[in-house]
């Protein structure tokens, strides 16, 4: 059964603490992105990787980090530089490469709530 | 910078009633529209996409979106909403023929469908 895996579903940490969202993908893309998702803020896109030991920022990477040594992985850290860390995290994955548009695929999110 | 307007944040129908959902993007160059779909704890996911083209494109469930590009539009219609459509709509953009497979998502509407 191909598709996106997120653990765990509801996530509580203190605040000052750094914390690690997983992210596996059986479906053999080359690509893995992370988005923070807030209400009324839409999706915004934190770290993208397009190939297993590279990443780029996105749009609101300041206080994450991320590691991609293997395909299926894209683990996300949000460290305690984040100002603002409650929120829910989804992962996506892509195929990569081409002149055009690779679908991106959802998984089911991690909602974090530091207290 | 690409950008995307998403003017309803809230909408409130009666089921049988009909449902237009505004969408507006901000980017020069040629672009990939999507409406994506979050019903209530599951996964995002894809309700239609528009490439090239006719600019009207159905997708799942009954959904239809119309892309106007005299007016950078592409907004979401469903001539008869059903209680099960009770979910966040978001629109996202991918800038075509960019170096990157990145989405730009709107602020996401919340529809909820009276019995």
């Known amino acids: 059964d191909g598709g996106i895996t997120q653990s765990p579903k509801y996530l509580f940490r203190k605040e000052g603490q750094n914390v690690t969202l997983s992210c596996e993908q059986n479906l053999n893309h080359d690509a893995m992105y992370w988005y923070r998702q807030d209400p009324g803020q839409g999706l915004r896109l934190i770290y993208y990787s397009q190939i297993v030991n590279d990443f780029q920022k996105g749009d609101i990477a300041e206080g994450y980090s991320v590691s991609r040594e293997k395909k299926e992985s894209f683990p996300l850290t949000v460290t305690s530089a984040q100002k603002n860390p409650t929120a829910f995290y989804l992962c996506?994955?892509?195929?990569?490469?081409?002149?055009?548009?690779?679908?991106?695929?959802f998984g089911p999110g991690t909602r974090l709530t530091v207290l | 910078a690409q950008s995307v307007s998403q003017h309803n944040h809230h909408v409130i129908l009666s089921e049988a009633a009909s449902l237009e959902l505004g969408c507006n993007y901000s980017y020069g160059g040629t672009v990939n529209l999507f409406w994506y779909v979050q019903y209530p704890g599951q996964h995002l996911q894809l309700l239609l996409k528009y490439f090239s083209g006719d600019p009207l494109v159905k997708g799942i469930k009954g959904f239809e979106a119309e892309f106007i590009k005299s007016k950078f539009s592409f907004n979401l219609r469903k001539p008869s909403v059903q209680w099960s459509d009770t979910a966040e709509y978001f629109c996202?953009?991918?800038?075509?023929?960019?170096?990157?497979?990145?989405?730009?998502f709107g602020t996401g509407t919340l529809l909820a469908v009276q019995p």
């Open positions: 996202a953009v991918n800038a075509r023929g960019g170096a990157t497979n990145k989405l730009i």
């Open positions: 996506a994955s892509s195929a990569w490469g081409g002149s055009s548009y690779n679908e991106q695929f």
